[in-house]
């Protein structure tokens, strides 16, 4: 039977926490949500030696244990109660070599928990060129403790790493030093109301404004103690936290030597082009218009490839089971045609991903977020709002979790309703796929028509999200008093294997989550599309056969196969709703595609995919893929239903309408109400509703 160690990854953001916990874990990852929380945790599990396994769990980044968000809660909560069964057997800090000053803060207290600790101190691969050396030796005997040198960059002290992590019973559990000094009388008497229990605990339990579930309501009680007011507390914690300091200050005299002479300023230089006022918007303009060129010309030809392996599996399926009947039908039709709707762009998921991975990775997206502020703060906004509207090009639902930093409540409330404005990687199917039908192919001073249109869309979607939030402000009448404060890593090449880690567990879970939903629904769709009720169903070959009979039997296949579905339960479902989408240029198929993609936008493509594959009878010896079968839907009378105006149409619509009941369900968690997400959801589906039908009513 294998052995299990609990570690706990803690540390101060931008660090290098996450590549420390990817080179430990490396794919064996998985990313879940904190109990009664919507926090992010990443678990992974490391092998050590023969039999020895360890458990990592990477933590919210923090500054200290003096938390003033709900993720640092999860640290702290965490960290008192040792009945979770994530409780760690070790902690392991880490610090970043040119900012041990201040990492060293967050290790004190942690070891003022009695934890068995480690400190990482990474990037170790700099510290030449930046004129620091280090004495581990006196750090080690000084912060009692085992120090691991680390460059996640370079693989080196992984090794080293895992062997102390396994020979974590060995680490001295004293204290770097006792806070309790910085008011011995008070600290007396608490230790005498609760002589059973560790005195820092019950410290961090009283200055700390948040619930800390059953820690506080039982093991850790202290609400009947007679307590100072929240102003002493503050006080009390500023004289801890210049304690730590002065301590940390006279470690470092003797463990650390830092000659600025050798230090090279880089950083500043760059930062003098990449956040000027005027520079620094050209830059990150052009570098947009960069990342959407490579999202097309790079995808094409694995997208070329995918569509043509699904639509000749469907082919393949019906072919090689000609009397399977109705199970071939829903195997070629109904999963394979759905599916294939949505792998489709995985290339291009993938490479959006990608981009966004190296812009974070190599320091330049905080540098986008200060950047920005300038003009979001107008706007009702702060920079701290950036975040999770950055985030949102991702998926909505983290980014509507990121709003959790924000500390004044109107101003949080403004950006979880107007982060899903945001372009996220659901749409970009929709996107996709409608640009390829509508928007012709050519190039303008090197960029394709499409990439332009690609990119025009996060724009608007951006510069929704910000207008909303303007008129938000002023009818909320929000008075912020709050700071923006980011800190700016130092720039560095991205690491590849996070890079590449970050691609795979995104897409990964992009995939996943959307191919359970876009799988289910496809059924459904394909159950409702092949049957329905009364006589027109049923006896539809006998009066399309009356109806044209001069037609080829090639010919009257297909128009009894489009005469059946548009008499199915779903045509039905979708003749119902026309009248409500025909002004915005939409048919009955594109009404049921848009009722569909409320579970997810991305199931649009994958419903009209398994809507387009029952509706037809050719079977071609060519393959006839989604994208074909789209731009030759016609009308009745013979006009293209996919035209200019109507894509364009479509494309606004999605661009602003709340499609996605996961987005609504986290908004409603966060803001406790029902009222919040149904505001969103009327608002922007009207918003959504009425743009589309200007654009079509002007361009047809």
Same mark, same amino acid.
């Given at each position: 039977?294998?052995?299990?160690?609990n570690v706990a990854?803690i540390g101060?953001?931008n660090t290098?926490?996450t =590549?420390?916990f990817?080179a430990?874990?490396g794919?064996n990852?998985k990313?879940? $949500?904190?109990?009664?929380? #919507?926090?992010?945790?990443?678990?992974g599990?490391?092998?050590?030696?023969?039999g020895?396994k360890?458990?990592?769990?990477d933590?919210p980044?923090?500054?200290s244990?003096n938390?003033?968000?709900?993720?640092?809660?999860?640290v702290?909560e965490?960290?008192l109660?040792?009945n979770d069964k994530?409780?760690?057997?070790?902690a392991?800090?880490?610090?970043?070599?040119e900012? /041990?000053k201040?990492?060293?803060?967050?290790?004190?207290?942690?070891?003022?928990l009695?934890?068995?600790t480690?400190l990482v101190?990474?990037m170790?691969?700099v510290?030449k060129r930046?004129?620091i050396?280090?004495?581990?030796e006196?750090? %080690?005997?000084?912060?009692?403790?085992?120090?691991a040198?680390?460059?996640?960059r370079k693989?080196t002290?992984?090794q080293?790493?895992k062997?102390l992590?396994?020979?974590?019973?060995?680490?001295p559990k004293?204290q770097?030093?006792?806070a309790?000094?910085?008011?011995?009388a008070?600290?007396?008497?608490l230790q005498?109301?609760?002589?059973n229990?560790d005195?820092?605990?019950?410290w961090l339990?009283?200055t700390?404004d948040? $619930?800390?579930g &059953?820690?506080?309501r039982?093991?850790?009680?202290v609400?009947k103690f007679k #307590?100072k007011s929240t102003l002493?507390?503050k006080?009390?914690?500023?004289?801890?936290?210049?304690?730590r300091y *002065?301590f940390?200050?006279n470690?470092?005299k003797e463990g650390q030597n830092?000659?600025?002479?050798?230090a090279?300023?880089?950083?500043?230089?760059l930062? +003098?082009?990449?956040?000027?006022k005027?520079?620094?918007y050209?830059i990150?303009?052009?570098?947009?218009?960069?990342?959407?060129?490579a999202i097309?010309d790079?995808?094409?030809?694995p997208?070329?490839?995918?569509?043509?392996?699904?639509?000749?599996?469907?082919?393949?399926?019906?072919?090689?089971?000609?009397?399977?009947?109705?199970v071939t039908?829903?195997?070629a039709? !109904?999963?394979?045609?759905?599916?294939?709707?949505?792998v489709?762009?995985i290339p291009?998921i993938?490479? /959006?991903? @990608?981009?966004?991975?190296i812009?974070e990775? =190599?320091g330049y997206?905080?540098?986008?977020?200060?950047l920005m502020d +300038?003009i979001m703060?107008?706007f009702?906004?702060?920079g701290k709002?950036?975040v999770?509207?950055i985030?949102?090009?991702?998926c909505?639902?983290p980014a509507v979790m990121?709003?959790?930093n924000?500390?004044?409540w109107?101003?949080?409330?403004?950006?979880i309703?107007v982060?899903?404005?945001?372009?996220?990687?659901?749409r970009l199917p929709?996107? /996709?796929?409608?640009?390829?039908?509508?928007?012709? %192919?050519?190039y303008i001073?090197?960029?394709?028509? *499409?990439a332009?249109?690609?990119m025009l869309?996060?724009?608007i !979607?951006f510069?929704m999200?910000?207008?909303s939030a303007?008129?938000?402000d002023r009818?909320?009448?929000?008075n912020?008093?709050?700071f923006?404060?980011?800190e700016?890593?130092?720039?560095? @090449?991205?690491?590849?294997k996070?890079?590449?880690i970050?691609?795979f567990?995104?897409?990964?879970?992009f995939v996943? %989550?959307?191919g &359970?939903?876009?799988?289910?629904?496809s059924?459904?769709?394909?159950v409702?599309?092949s049957?329905g009720?009364g006589?027109?169903f $049923?006896?539809?070959?006998?009066i399309?056969?009356?109806?044209?009979?001069d037609?080829s039997d090639? &010919?009257?296949d297909?128009?009894?196969?489009a005469?059946r579905l548009?008499?199915?339960?779903?045509?039905?479902i979708?003749?119902?709703?026309?009248?409500?989408i025909k002004?915005?240029g939409?048919d009955? &198929?594109i009404g049921?595609?848009?009722?569909?993609s409320?579970a997810?936008r991305?199931?649009?493509?994958?419903?009209?995919?398994t809507?387009?594959s029952?509706g037809?009878?050719?079977? $071609?010896e =060519?393959?006839d893929t989604?994208?074909t079968?789209?731009?030759?839907e016609?009308?009745?009378?013979?006009?293209k239903v996919?035209?200019f105006a109507s894509?364009?149409s479509l494309?606004?619509f999605?661009?602003f309408?709340?499609q996605?009941m996961?987005?609504l369900a986290?908004v409603k968690?966060?803001?406790k109400?029902?009222k919040?997400?149904?505001?969103?959801?009327?608002g922007?589906?009207?918003i959504?509703?009425?743009?589309a039908?200007i654009a079509f009513?002007i361009?047809k």
């Open positions: 039977m294998s052995k299990q160690i990854l101060n953001p290098g926490k =590549s420390v990817n430990l874990t794919l990852q990313v879940g $949500n904190y109990p009664g929380i #919507t926090v992010d945790k990443k678990q599990i490391c092998k050590l030696s023969r020895v360890a458990h990592i769990l933590l980044g923090t500054y244990l938390a003033s968000s709900l993720d640092e809660n999860v702290i965490l960290l109660n040792k994530d409780y760690p057997d070790v392991v800090i880490v610090s970043d070599v900012n /041990l201040r990492n060293l803060l967050l290790f004190t207290q942690i070891k003022d009695k934890i068995p480690l101190i990474n170790s691969d510290m930046k004129g050396s280090l004495d581990v006196v750090l %080690e005997e000084k912060l009692n403790t085992k120090i040198l680390v460059s996640t693989g002290g992984i080293e790493l062997k992590i396994e020979q974590y019973k060995i680490l004293k770097c030093l006792d309790s000094t910085i008011e011995p008070y600290f007396e008497r005498k109301a609760f002589p229990q005195i820092y605990k019950l339990v009283i700390q948040a $619930n800390f &059953k820690v506080s039982q093991e850790l009680d609400s #307590t002493e507390l006080r009390l914690q500023q004289k801890e936290a210049i304690k *002065q940390i200050n470690v470092l830092i000659d600025r002479s050798k090279r300023d880089l950083r500043s230089k930062d +003098r082009v990449l956040i000027h005027v520079w620094g050209v990150f303009f052009i570098i947009l218009l960069t990342i959407f060129q097309y790079w995808a094409t030809f997208m070329d490839l995918i569509d043509t392996t699904f639509a000749g599996l469907a082919e393949w399926v019906k072919s090689s089971y000609p009397n399977g009947g109705k039908d829903l195997v039709e !109904g999963i394979v045609s759905g599916i294939g709707g949505i489709i762009f291009q993938a490479f /959006l991903f @990608l981009f966004i991975s812009l990775e =190599s997206m905080s540098r986008v977020v200060f +300038r703060r107008r009702g906004l702060s709002s950036l999770p509207l985030s949102g090009t991702a909505a639902i990121a709003t959790r924000i500390e004044n109107k101003e949080r409330l403004i950006t309703l982060t899903p404005f945001t372009t996220c990687s659901a929709v996107y /996709l796929i409608i640009i390829a039908l509508v928007i012709p %192919e050519g001073f090197g960029l394709s028509y *499409q332009l249109t690609l869309l996060y724009l !979607g510069g999200a910000v207008f303007y008129v938000l009818i909320m009448k929000t912020r008093k709050t923006f404060v980011v700016m890593p130092n720039y560095k @090449l991205p690491l590849l996070n890079v590449i970050t691609v567990e995104k897409t990964k879970t996943f %989550e959307a &359970k939903i876009i799988l289910a629904i059924v459904i769709l394909w409702l599309a049957y009720p006589e027109k $049923n006896n539809a070959e006998a399309v056969a009356e109806q044209y009979a037609l090639a &010919k009257i297909d128009k009894v196969a005469y548009e008499h199915s339960y779903i045509g039905i979708g003749k119902t709703i026309e009248p409500v002004p915005l939409y009955w &198929k049921i595609g848009l009722v569909a409320f997810a991305e199931v649009f493509v994958g419903t009209l995919a809507i387009y029952v037809s009878a050719t079977e $071609n =060519s393959i989604i994208k079968k789209m731009s030759n016609i009308y009745e009378d013979g006009s996919f035209t894509g364009i494309l606004l999605y661009a309408a709340m996605c996961s987005t986290i968690r966060e803001t109400s029902w919040w997400p149904m505001i969103q959801l009327i922007m589906s009207a959504a509703y009425i743009f039908l009513q361009l």
